[in-house]
């Protein structure tokens, strides 16, 4: 028989209590690290599936036009959904490298004075098309006039907010409205403007609407209708929003659950008002085409043969001499055996010396010549250094002809 005292006793359940704990504590966190790697491999068999299925749009209509006997209605049907699997190919590109700079912490806030129903206005100019196109209604609210709009924020990361939110909106919202719009919030010494983009569409269940803002989740989702996506905008957007000091919630009713169906997304931004005397730069990449451009002397410099045929053909109605370097080094000898040439279009990575030496070495004996970079690497901080280094603007590819032309039009426009 044997004796154990009572303090024996307490320290051998003590033992046996932390051992427990720490067997829950491995097998909580086992079956965390089990869910995680099934939401990344399902994450990245979306991505593959999303990436794969425009390229099989691009390369397969890409072969048909090939075939001698197409008319002229089969052309422009194959050439229509080449574009649109090229943007669909385009945005989840852009997600991608925007998750990634976000996870690395590599993005950066730039405050500057932002006029919201602007941003709002311009948002409602860009969808409309498509919205009406699918028989939805678009409207928009501004919550203040146009001085006391002006607000301290980082402008394109509100645009893409804006963008993201409403494009959700657009590929879930089969019929009804879509509503996009802003109220003042709060007290008058804490106040916000909270954004809405509200729809009339298939909703969310209730145990998803945290899940939607997290990375690797949306690809989870089993969804009957397959809708196509990434599931990273929303976590971009989520992010954004908190960069900017503000939070985002979602109010939604699924379709089966109320008369009232649709989603309201909402966000807030804190309401730092700017200089509401400033002459805001309004987003417009439209061509107006109201008055006439001189004849420009042009020289593109590209090593890449597919970009240089591309931007020659978008420029050929500005231009009057179009001249092509392949090399940083030959741009810069081009430029100093031609002193009239009016615009530089300069490729960033060229070979023998990049675009930001070629367009520093110019301005050394050519001060006034406008020089637009562009650049296929779109990361943050090289807009900052291409105006560092001389350039006047900068655009990234694929470059969209209409932004490209109208930033001709910006410089040379009489």
């Not at 699997?85 to 993005?107: C, F």
């Not at 939805?136 to 301290?152: F, S």
């Not at 805001?280 to 085409?289: A, F, L, N, V, Y």
């Not at 410099?301 to 080094?329: C, M, P, R």
Request: aromatic share 8%; net charge negative; charged share 25%.
């Amino acid at each position: 028989m044997f004796k154990i005292s009572t303090g024996e006793i307490v320290a051998v359940y003590d033992d046996v209590t932390e051992r427990e704990r720490a067997h829950v504590a491995l097998k909580e966190a086992l079956e965390k690290a089990q869910e995680s790697d099934r939401l990344k491999s399902a994450f990245l068999a979306n991505m593959s599936h999303e990436i794969r299925t425009p390229m099989n749009g691009i390369l397969g209509f890409a072969d048909l036009l090939k075939k001698p006997d197409l008319t002229s209605d089969q052309q422009k049907k194959y050439i229509g959904i080449i574009e649109k699997s090229g943007a669909r190919m385009l945005n989840i590109i852009n997600n991608i490298v925007d998750i990634s700079k976000i996870e690395a912490g590599l993005m950066e806030v730039t405050m500057k004075d932002t006029n919201i129903n602007e941003q709002i206005e311009y948002t409602y100019t860009f969808f409309k098309p498509e919205v009406e196109a699918k028989g939805v209604r678009l409207t928009i609210k501004t919550g203040l006039p146009d001085k006391a709009a002006i607000i301290q924020t980082d402008r394109e990361k509100v645009y893409a907010i804006l963008t993201n939110l409403v494009k959700n909106a657009i590929k879930y919202t089969r019929e009804g409205s879509i509503e996009l719009g802003y109220d003042v919030v709060g007290s008058r010494q804490a106040s916000e403007l909270q954004f809405y983009v509200k729809d009339t569409g298939i909703g969310i269940p209730e145990d998803r609407q945290s899940a939607i803002f997290e990375r690797f989740i949306q690809a989870d989702i089993d969804d009957r209708m397959a809708y196509q996506g990434a599931g990273l905008g929303l976590a971009i957007t989520k992010a954004y929003v908190e960069m900017l000091g503000g939070k985002i919630w979602v109010e939604s009713c699924p379709e089966g659950k109320a008369a009232s169906l649709g989603s309201c997304f909402y966000f807030t931004l804190p309401y730092k008002t700017g200089t509401a005397s400033e002459n805001m730069h309004k987003q417009d990449t439209s061509s107006s085409g109201s008055t006439e451009v001189k004849k420009l002397k042009i020289l593109i410099a590209e090593d890449e043969e597919v970009s240089q045929i591309l931007i020659d053909n978008y420029i050929k109605t500005f231009g009057k001499e179009i001249l092509t370097a392949k090399t940083g080094l030959e741009a810069v000898e081009i430029c100093r055996a031609n002193p009239d040439i009016d615009l530089i279009l300069m490729d960033i990575r060229m070979p023998h010396m990049d675009g930001y030496q070629a367009t520093k070495q110019i301005r050394e004996f050519n001060p006034e010549v406008i020089i637009i970079a562009q650049t296929a690497y779109s990361l943050m901080g090289d807009r900052e250094k291409s105006i560092d280094a001389g350039c006047n603007d900068y655009i990234t590819k694929p470059i969209n002809k209409m932004v490209l032309q109208a930033l001709i039009r910006k410089y040379f426009e009489n």
